[in-house]
T-cell receptor, first 113, second 114 residues
Framework: ELKVEQNPLFLSMQEGKNYTIYCNYS?????LYWYRQDPGKSLESLFV?????AVKQEGRLMASLDTKARLSTLHITAAVHDLSATYFC?????????????FGQGTILTVHP | GAGVSQSPSNKVTEKGKDVELRCDPI?????LYWYRQSLGQGLEFLIY????????KSGLPSDRFSAERTGGSVSTLTIQRTQQEDSAVYLC????????????FGPGTRLLVL
């Protein structure tokens, strides 16, 4: 059974600081997704990582994938208040389970002035 | 264009009643997914449709849960004899239907079983 673990689960940051959220998964996959969720809202797609070594960047967020280590990271650069949200990674195990995403627990990010 | 829509946005029901939740995917998307989000269990996969077929129903928690999709578009998730543990946000997502694609999520239906 595929398991996906994120850490930390809670992250309180000061504006302007950098930090990284980690996403580990238990079985082979080359398809990993990052989503953002604001309180009371649905999931917004941030990144799709489809191969070993993939790196994607959008604004202050950068995501990477190491399929050999079964690890993805979401790096936050010079955090701003607008980045406060819950961030989820999700893994598609593929094969007969294609399309079935297994999500991490989510990381609640709060950015303080 | 329009995104994934779901109805109702909120539903309060009494234990033992049946409920139907509706999902309208993005036009042209052949793949449709149902997930459930609750405080205790996080985000859980329920069922996946490709066209009108459901190749993966592995996430449905019990036989009280069923889903169908008609015309390759609208999907309905039905929960019979609701229980309090069914209280959750039910999220629908769709994608164009090819591998390695982003799933686009709807706003969800918040279900409360009293």
């Amino acid at each position: 059974e595929l398991k996906v673990e994120q850490n930390p689960l809670f992250l309180s940051m000061q504006e302007g600081k950098n930090y990284t959220i980690y996403c580990n998964y238990s079985t082979t996959s080359d398809r990993l997704y990052w989503y953002r969720q604001d309180p009371g809202k649905s999931l917004e797609s941030l990144f799709v990582l489809l191969s070993n070594g993939a790196v994607k960047q959008e604004g202050r967020l950068m995501a990477s994938l190491d399929t050999k280590a079964r690890l993805s990271t979401l790096h936050i650069t010079a955090a701003v208040h607008d980045l406060s949200a819950t961030y989820f990674c999700a893994v598609d195990a593929g094969g007969t389970s294609y399309g079935k995403l297994t999500f991490g627990q989510g990381t609640i990010l709060t950015v303080h002035p | 264009g329009a995104g994934v829509s779901q109805s109702p946005s909120n539903k309060v029901t009494e234990k033992g009643k049946d409920v139907e939740l509706r999902c309208d995917p993005i036009s042209g998307h052949t793949a449709l997914y149902w997930y459930r989000q609750s405080l205790g269990q996080g985000l859980e996969f329920l069922i996946y449709f490709q066209g009108n077929s459901a190749p993966d129903k592995s996430g449905l928690p019990s036989d009280r849960f069923s889903a169908e999709r008609t015309g390759g578009s609208v999907s309905t998730l039905t929960i019979q004899r609701t229980q309090q543990e069914d209280s959750a946000v039910y999220l629908c997502a769709s994608s164009p239907g090819q591998r390695q694609e982003t799933q686009y999520f709807g706003p969800g239906t918040r279900l409360l079983v009293l």
